[in-house]
């Protein structure tokens, strides 16, 4: 049976920096389900983008070898002319909807393709009605939600009636109920199509795949069918992809592992909450102009000096509202924020340090070190010349002081805009979802940094959909649900939860922590 | 996330005309209104307002810009009129010599009349028309549909690049910025820096964008299927040959009236 898509002694090099893939050979049957996982900057993207020949044909850069797919060169047939038989969803979905309408969208390539006006109209309400979503054809795509968008541009791909579909990473941005839908979505898509799923996220594409490509440094590490890379979760490990959640409880059953340890929940002690408050907020509404309901809604609680507190929730849910209240960005339509004692009236870089999702949108300096030193200065801080040399050092970022923010490398990018926040010495610090779309060796870095502030004493307050992460670093997590705190405890009331009252919270709990909690027989 | 339109929904005779229509009797009526006199750019304005009014679009809707124009219309003729040239007759005396001159104010009036009707006739054009049927409007003319593809593109994305704006900003602010204290000249300086963050921002997710659409095909073919908008009714064709025919008359007898003065 000859292969819907053969990847033959692949290289390939952007016009700057080393090889980024090496000697690939890779193949893909119709009907198969294939997932490319590894850390970030693995090149398992870059792969994907060679399917429809978007590489080598629109970035500049040098290659070798042969990428065969539904008999057609993909090195040097156009990438319009591939997409009759690859389609491709890409991770952010913000960035693929060119049309205003949604069955404008789902219907431009069809249209691209210049197939008659009925196909077109045909294979709209085919691939809306495949995906259940008929009722946001006529919705505007710009007032669409995350979640929403990424159907769409499911949609749109399957209309192109592919022969292979590829997805880069196309779960990342969502939280984990439209995830979920999303997955779920897929799962349903009929026998035929071959599917490459590229992700970091094992633990959402394992129901998905029939086999694993692990890509580690440009090169296939394995190439397996699922159950095989499961049965060595050592293997995953290795290569920085994080172990599917039942894997790891099977083999922890199997080898008769504490189930507590598993969760890798930091324990330490309890800051005294009642005596050294670090954030209150009482009795706080907040609604959005024009808006006919609140964000926020009679939201009261404490948060003590020292602790690192989770705020979960669904997309919508109020909780970056929250983290804005608590930060002075926005002022509560009624009630009131307190920090250290003091009531916010206005924003205080002295007293919170907040970490935007999008680490590039902090940077706006010249250099490196006029980064570190802008809020100091700001601030007027006598020592911020001493303060910028520590952050400099700090972070590692010393060599680079006079380098242009913006050209350095997305890890590089990341520890400056935390080296800058942190300089003008916060005792507070908000992360608004540090790990979105972060690898686990990344994640790790990211949680072992907020554990490390928490050692000089700071209070972290994290903003996240990943039960998980509030579940292994948190000392307490509250539970956002319409704008009300749905629930507010320690990790192990978590697991007091019902099920019923989690998918009323639209969460699932993670299944390690399930299993962590549950009583030994 | 708000969309971009200044669309206000309705089902009467303009809001269900073809888009393509609308945009070429747009284009002449711009034309017409620079070409008549100038009173009866005023009767245009006053018409389009009534018109616009009796398909369901209350002057309410667009209060804002009926008073800048409404202040714009006013101011225009009267400081035209103080401006005195040669032999124009004063009119209205205000102090001694000073005060407002016929001529002046005339063309005060025939400016204030031209802006005041192309005003109109854009919010007639953009309060009957959705988003997506202007951006389709010219691919439906014959124009390549790579235009109505940037225009629709264009419209997509602008309540986004605003909300990143704001976003932006709010991040400068955590960070210690302040938008409203300084000199001027500080603060105009602050929003280029601003702005010029925003495009870097924006042009760092070209490549992703321009990847999703030649994915899906775009510009495999010259002529891709017009999905959009149904093909322009007879009636319509009709419409417009009349019109122009009419902008053309107007214009030819505008222009034998220059060479006329000129040659006598």
Known sequence: ?521 | MRSLSFYVAGHSWLHRMHPSTKLVLYALAFMLTYLVPWPLRWAFAALTLIGLWACGVSPAKYRFVLFVTAVATLTVPLLNGLWAVEGDPLVLPLWGDFGFHRLGLETGLAFSGLYTAIGMLTIAMLSTTQTWELAEAPTMLGIHHAVGFALAYAFRYMPEVAMHYLDLADVWRTRGVSFSEGWPWDRFWLQCRLLAALLILEFSQVRTKSNAVEARGFSLKHRATYYVLAPIPRADKALMLSVGLVTGVVAAWNAANFFLSRSA
């Open chain 1, 1 to 521: 049976m000859s292969a819907l898509a053969r990847i033959e002694a692949l290289r390939w090099r952007y016009s700057i920096g080393p090889w980024v893939l090496n000697d690939i050979a890779l193949e893909v049957q119709a009907g198969e389900r294939v997932g490319l996982v590894g850390r970030s900057g693995s090149g398992k993207s870059t792969l994907a983008l060679t399917f429809n020949g978007i590489i080598p044909q629109s970035y500049a850069g040098q290659m070798g070898g042969r990428v065969v797919v539904a008999g057609k060169n993909a090195v040097t047939t156009a990438v319009s002319e591939m997409a009759h038989d690859v389609a491709m969803v890409f991770q952010s979905p913000d960035d693929q909807m060119s049309q205003i309408l949604v069955h404008h969208e789902v219907a431009s390539g069809p249209a691209n393709l210049g197939l008659p006006l009925s196909d077109v109209h045909r294979r709209v309400a085919d691939a809306l009605s495949r995906l259940h979503i008929e009722h946001l054809a006529d919705r505007e795509t710009s007032t669409l939600s995350g979640g929403e968008k990424q159907k769409v541009a499911l949609a749109a791909a399957l209309a192109m009636q592919p022969h292979l579909l590829v997805l880069d990473e196309p779960t990342t941005d969502l939280d984990p109920r439209s995830r979920a839908e999303l997955v779920q979505m897929l799962e349903s898509l009929e026998d035929g199509l071959g599917i490459v799923i590229v992700s970091h996220d094992l633990d959402t594409i394992a129901p998905l795949v029939d086999r694993l490509v692990v890509v580690d440094d440009g090169a296939i590490a394995a190439d397996r069918s699922a159950a095989e890379v499961f049965a060595q979760p050592e293997l995953l490990s290795t290569h920085g992809i994080a172990v599917p959640q039942p894997v790891v409880i099977e083999h922890a059953q199997r080898s008769g592992q504490d189930p507590e340890t598993l969760l890798g929940h930091r324990t330490r002690g309890a800051p005294s909450v009642a005596t050294q408050v670090a954030i209150e907020l009482r009795g706080v509404t907040f609604a959005y102009p024009k808006t006919s309901a609140p964000a926020v809604i009679d939201v009261s609680m404490q948060i003590g000096r020292g602790e690192i507190v989770a705020i979960v929730g669904n997309n919508g849910s109020g909780k970056t509202t929250l983290g804005k209240l608590m930060l002075g960005l926005l002022q509560p339509t009624s009630g009131h924020v307190y920090l250290q004692g003091e009531p916010i009236e206005r924003l205080r870089p002295d007293l919170v340090g907040y970490i935007f999702q999008n680490p590039d949108a902090m940077l706006s300096q010249i250099s490196v070190l006029e980064e570190i030193a802008f809020t100091p200065r700001l601030l007027g801080r006598a020592d911020w010349r001493e303060q910028t040399s520590h952050m400099l050092s700090r972070f590692g970022l010393a060599d680079l002081q006079a380098r242009y923010p913006l050209a350095l490398s997305k890890g590089q990018r990341q520890r400056l805009a935390y080296a800058a926040v942190t300089a003008a010495g916060p005792p507070i610090f908000i992360f608004d979802e540090p790990t979105t779309g972060i690898d686990k060796p990344g994640c790790d870095q990211i949680m072992e940094y907020m554990d490390a502030l928490r050692g000089e004493g700071k209070t972290i307050v994290f903003i996240t959909h990943d039960m998980a992460l509030a579940a292994r670093w948190a000392d307490r997590v509250v539970i956002m649900h319409t704008g009300r705190i749905g629930h507010s405890g320690t990790i192990g009331s978590l697991a007091d939860l019902s099920d019923d009252e989690l998918a009323h919270y639209h969460l699932r709990l993670p299944p390690l922590l399930r299993f962590a909690r549950t009583p030994v027989a």
